[in-house]
């Protein structure tokens, strides 16, 4: 009997030590977090199946497989982790068609390429909580990504792994993850060498960029709320000019209304037949903004400032123009607001959710790309009373958008190059600014010009261009080089150089349809762009801290840049294009007694209403002009035989 007894206690007492760890690790039925070994935050990433897609193909490399994976992101650690971020490095030409509760950040929109790896930010829940603020809630602290997507080889058993997974958010350090098998994970810990913003505020810190975008909820109702979009300029040399701003809803909401501002198309099917119709049985959408997902924003017309239906906002009907500060800080801004109706369950005055994915471009521009939205803290507003106070927006969220340099033959605009000391001009580069065909053409040469042929069209300048060839003694690449299909090219002309100075022409040429208002140049010149003493014709600057950058724009009443017209004779120059022209004086004193080289007069990077142009690759030399090519294009024996009759 006794030994049954102590049996019998035996039993009891793992009962109880069970039933103690199942309350330790689910409480009553709330989903708690398993054992993690991380202080920080926990990632993994879980290949779950593939299978076999159309077409069906011999070559195991070759074979296109639908896969599905899993990622989650864990706060294990005693800090918030707010807007979060993982990059997951894909390596197997995968296509990424969905990911659930993340969207990603370095794509327009899905199915995306990301072979070479792509990052995710959490939506809608972009922030993690602690374990001990949430006491262990498992939705509070965790998020799960699930992927669908095609990837290319690798053949069963193998498993097709990312070669890696990390944290971006600032302040973390991840080290290189473990694998086993089809899953892999890392834990990512505080950097204490790194700089930590202040993790005790409610929101994020707001961030600094090129262009600010705010996006401030102003009143908020259960259906619906009053969102102010603000946009500012905050580089020196950027700039918008007809610009178009796009997003994308998430959560199924429309615009209603707009002021200081107009969508580009007033689709209204996407309500009508969508799930807003049903919800919304009795709305009259007929007078409704717009209902797309995607809705293209345009500026209204400077008419339209004062319109009390449209209009009347502040800062607002420029015409999508944002000015750099170095030109017109007043109009380096823009403002506009609109009425946004929600969808089930986001009915409550509290759940406000921004749009995703923002987008800006304009005309012959710099190209933006735009960071993901975060939240910060409350824009603060003068009180309307007038009273020494202020009123704070219900909720704001930040758009950080960066200058991108362009890639190329994605310019818009183009520079050409000549001196004083050669009578030859070096023109824009073939396809500056993309072709979309090259077969009748030569994409990789360039064809050295008589001055003359600058003020003619492309398409005029070719005989001219083969007469001067046969002159000058240089060989024709065949087939003739590509024209560089630029709205915009600028030519540098160094006039003069001698002890104690230099000067240099610029001309604008506006071969476009759109007329260019208030446009700006800047030159940067690394050496001797410090010496700049004055411009001729134009509002001249030399701006502080942009490596000899020298900022011009058009004097009053000729700061208007006209788009090409027709000739006076139609037979031979059926196209004129509008022209600004300048002269630049610079000094030689901060050189000291060293003399200058061609290269140092010619700029090392242009830039045409804040857009980047295309430069040519060669520049003048002084000589002979058949020499002054210095690249494939020179007869050589010509050359040789032409300086021996000089000297």
């Known amino acids: ?49 593939r299978t076999r897609e159309y077409p069906y193909l011999k070559n195991v490399t070759a074979q296109p497989w639908a896969f599905k994976s899993t990622a989650t992101i864990t706060n294990a650690g005693l800090y918030e982790l707010k807007n979060w971020k993982i990059f997951i490095g894909f390596q197997n030409d995968e296509i990424l068609v969905s990911a659930s509760n993340a969207v990603v950040t370095d794509a327009d929109e899905l199915p995306a390429s990301v072979g070479n790896g792509t990052t995710l930010s959490g939506f809608p829940q972009t922030d993690l909580k602690t374990s001990v603020l949430t006491a262990g809630d ?94 500012e300029n905050r580089n020196p040399l950027g700039r918008l000019d007809q610009w178009n701003l796009t997003w994308e809803w998430k959560r199924g909401e429309f615009i209603d209304s707009m002021r200081g501002a107009y969508t580009r198309r007033k689709d209204l099917s996407q ?6 119709g049903q919800y919304y049985k009795d709305f009259d959408f007929s007078k409704v903004m717009t209902c797309e997902k995607r809705p293209i924003i345009g500026d209204l017309p400077p008419q339209r400032e004062k319109d009390k239906d449209i209009g009347n906002i ?23 607001q609109m009425q946004v109706y929600k969808m089930p369950p986001d009915l409550n005055r509290t759940a ?37 106070t202020v009123t704070l927006a219900i909720a704001t969220w930040q758009v950080v958008c960066n200058i991108t340099r362009p890639k190329k033959g994605e310019t818009r605009c183009c520079a050409s190059f000549s001196a004083y000391f050669n009578d030859s001009v070096v023109p824009c580069s073939a396809c500056a600014c993309g072709c979309t065909s090259t077969r009748r053409c030569n994409a990789k040469e360039q064809l050295l010009l008589p001055p003359e042929t600058l003020l003619v069209p492309f398409a005029n300048r070719t005989d001219k261009a083969v007469i001067w060839a046969k002159i000058k003694h240089f060989k024709l690449p065949r087939p003739l080089p590509c024209p560089d299909n630029c709205r915009v090219s600028v030519n540098w002309h160094v006039s003069s150089n001698h002890v104690n100075g230099w000067a ?18 800047a030159v940067q010149l690394d050496i001797t762009g410090a010496g700049f003493q004055k411009a001729y014709s134009f509002n001249g600057t030399l ?15 000729l700061n208007y840049l006209v788009a090409q017209t027709n000739g006076t004779h139609p037979d031979r120059d059926p196209r004129v294009p509008g022209k600004q022209q300048s002269v630049l ?59 021996s009759l000089i000297f």
């Open 314 to 336: 502040p800062f607002c009907c420029r015409n999508g123009t944002l000015l750099p500060t170095t030109m017109n800080e007043t109009k380096s801004k823009s403002v506009f």
């Open 271 to 276: 309500c009508t037949y969508g799930e807003a």
């Open 585 to 643: 004086s610079f000094h030689k004193k901060h050189l000291g007694n060293r003399p200058t080289v061609d290269r140092e007069l010619f700029p090392t990077k242009l830039f045409f209403n804040g857009e980047e142009c295309a430069l040519p690759s060669i520049i003048p030399q002084a000589g002979a002009s058949c020499c002054a090519a210095q690249f494939k294009t020179v007869a050589l024996l010509a050359c040789i035989t032409f300086l």
């Open 1 to 49: 009997m006794d030994s049954r007894m102590v049996i019998l206690y035996i039993l009891l007492s793992i009962l109880a030590v069970e039933v103690i760890r199942a309350q330790e690790n689910y409480g009553s039925g709330t989903k708690q977090l398993q054992k993690i070994d991380c202080n920080g935050i926990y990632l993994t990433y879980a290949f779950e199946s």
């Open 504 to 521: 240099a022409h610029v001309t604008l040429f506006n071969w476009g349809g759109i007329d260019f208002a208030d446009w700006f140049v």
């Open 138 to 231: 498992l939705d509070q602290i965790q998020a799960k990504v699930e992927m669908k997507g095609s990837l290319f080889g690798i053949k069963p058993p193998g498993f097709p792994m990312p070669r890696t997974i990390k944290l971006v958010n600032d302040g973390y350090k991840c080290p290189a993850p473990t694998r086993k098998g089809g899953t892999m994970s890392a834990c990512c810990v505080r950097d204490l060498k790194a700089k930590v913003k202040n993790t005790t505020t409610k929101f994020l810190p707001r961030l600094k960029g090129d262009l600010i975008i705010t996006y401030d909820v102003l009143q908020a109702y259960g259906n619906n709320y009053l969102a102010q979009v603000t946009m």
């Open 543 to 557: 701006l502080k801290g942009r490596n000899g950058t020298v900022f011009m724009t058009g004097l009053p009443g």
């Open 352 to 388: 406000l959710y921004p749009p995703e994915k923002w987008r800006i471009v304009g005309v012959v521009n710099p190209q933006y790309k735009c960071g993901q939205i975060i939240r910060v803290d409350p824009t603060e507003f003068p009180d309307p009373s007038g009273l020494q």
